[in-house]
């Protein structure tokens, strides 16, 4: 079974600031790996999909990058708001899969 | 208008009651899935839906059942609703024809009391 974890569980950084949001899954037979934002207790508003032939995926300030055979995914945000303030959840569907399999997410905090 | 739309938002029920949760699309997306999502636990998958004909549980299927009545429509019900279903419930979409990812609804939150 594909098990994804996220890496830190919560991150408070000054606004400004760029951070790198970590996510890392055992099987890297991947058919794709989606970065979702959710903001509290609200959907899942999808950011950015990279498909596994694919080694990044930029979209304005974020930028998420894939390295299939060490099982690794980067969230990269630049120069962080305080709107970026949210959960950030990492979704990996696996070859042999049928459904996304998340992260428990990274839930992130930009202080003014 | 949403793509994925999901009734009721809300809704507290007893312990012991029947309650439906509905989900519609209209992304013309062939699968469809249900998760649900605790604190602490992430999203886990109840029961996913690969066309009107085709539906399979996933890895917490016990204590709940969907019906697929077309392909824009999925709905998930809970026979005899219990406390520990308390959560937020997540319906969702894909294309396999195009493998463009997926899409989320709302989502609905449900209080068992």
């Known amino acids: 079974k594909q098990e994804v974890t996220q890496i830190p569980a919560a991150l408070s950084v000054p606004e400004g600031e760029n951070l790198v949001l970590n996510c890392s899954f055992t099987d890297s037979a991947i058919y794709n790996l989606q970065w979702f934002r959710q903001d509290p207790g609200k959907g899942l508003t999808s950011l950015l999909l990279?498909?596994?032939?694919?080694r990044e995926q930029t979209s304005g300030r974020l930028n998420a990058s894939l390295d299939k055979s060490s099982g690794r995914s980067t969230l990269y945000i630049a120069a962080s708001q305080p709107g970026d303030s949210a959960t950030y959840l990492c979704?990996?569907?696996?070859?042999?899969?049928?459904?996304?399999?998340f992260g428990k997410g990274t839930s992130l905090l930009v202080t003014p | 208008d949403a793509d994925v739309t999901q009734t009721p938002r809300n809704r507290i029920t007893k312990t012991g009651k029947r309650i439906m949760l509905e989900c519609s699309q209209t992304?013309?997306?062939?699968?469809m899935y249900w998760y649900r999502q605790d604190p602490g636990l992430g999203l886990r998958l109840i029961y996913y839906?690969?066309?009107?004909?085709?539906?399979n549980k996933g890895e917490i299927s016990d204590g709940y059942s969907v019906s697929r009545q077309a392909q824009a429509k999925f709905s998930l019900s809970l026979e005899s609703a219990i406390p520990n279903q308390t959560a937020l419930y997540f319906c969702a979409t894909s294309d396999s024809r195009t493998g463009r990812g997926y899409t989320f609804g709302s989502g609905t939150r449900l209080t068992v009391v």
């Open positions: 992304k013309g997306h062939d699968r």
């Open positions: 979704a990996v569907h696996s070859n042999s899969g049928y459904a996304l399999n």
């Open positions: 839906s690969f066309d009107v004909k085709d539906i």
């Open positions: 990279i498909q596994s032939s694919q």
